[in-house]
C-alpha cells in the first residue's frame, strides 16, 4: 500500500521518541574510527517541512517537536537537538528531518548508507533531499533489501524498520523478517519501531520477537496524549536487538523527558 505519507505526522511525539533514540545510538556508534553500514526499509522523504498544509492540518508537530524545543526538555547537546537546528540553519525554520536525513547527517564519508522507499514522490523527494551525500537509494520493497543485504559490507552497522502498519498483516510478518535478518546478520543493529495503538494490535508481534532469543534486546515505550479526539495512537516503542552500550540510560532520559510534556 502506497497511500501513507508522513508529512502529516512528522515531527509528532511518535518521531520524537524514535529519531531522539536512533540518533544517540548512531552518535554511539560512530564513537568508533571503524566504517558501518546504515539500512533502512521504509525511508520516507527524508526531509519534511511543518509548516506544509498537510502538517498544519493535523498540528501533530506542535504538541512534539515544537514543544520539545521551546521548551527544552531534551538538552542542547542532544543529537537529536543539534541535527534538527543545523537542518533548520540549512533549510529553513519550519524544517524537520526524517530518520535519513537524520543518519546522513550524524555519519561519516566512510560509512554506507541505503535507504529504501517504494512510494514514487516519496522516492523522488528523498532523492532530492539526500542529493550530494553518497547514498544508494532503493525503489524497492524496504524488507527484501535488508534481506538482500545482509551482511553488509561494512559489517557493523544498524538497520532501522519504521514500516506505516498500514497494512494489519505487517504485525505478523515483522518477526520472521527480523529473524531471517539477524541470522544471515548478527552482529547488526536491527532497531524496529512501532506506534502503540489503543487496541495494543502491536502486543503479540512483541511478544512473538520475545520470544525468539534474540540477544541485546532492548524495549523502550512512551505513552502520551492521542493527537486529536478519536485518533487511536496513543505511544510509541522501539524494540532494539544487539542494543549499544548505554541505551537504558538514554531511554531514562526520554521517560524523563516525557514526564516533563505531561506535566
Known sequence: MLSYQHIYHAGNLADVQKHALLAWMLSYLTQKEKPLTYMETHAGRGLYQLDAAEALKTGEAAAGVERILADDILP?????????LDLRRRFGEAAYPGSPLIASTLLRVQ????????????????????????AKIHKQDGYELAVSLAPPTPRRGLLLIDPSYEIKSEYGKIPGVVANIHRKWNVGVIALWYPILRDGVHKQMISALEHQGLPGVFRHEVTF???????????????????????????????QAFARLKG
Open 111 to 134: 560509512d554506507s548508507l541505503h535507504f529504501a522507499e517504494l512510494h514514487p514522490q516519496e522516492n523522488i523527494a528523498l532523492r532530492q533531499a539526500l542529493k550530494g551525500a553518497g
Open 225 to 255: 496524549a492521542a493527537a486529536r479526539e478519536g485518533h487511536r495512537m496513543v505511544g510509541s516503542g522501539m524494540f532494539v536487538i544487539n542494543a549499544p552500550y548505554g541505551v537504558e540510560a538514554e531511554a531514562e532520559r526520554l521517560n
Open 76 to 84: 542542547a547537546d542532544h543529537p537529536l537537538i543539534t541535527t534538527v
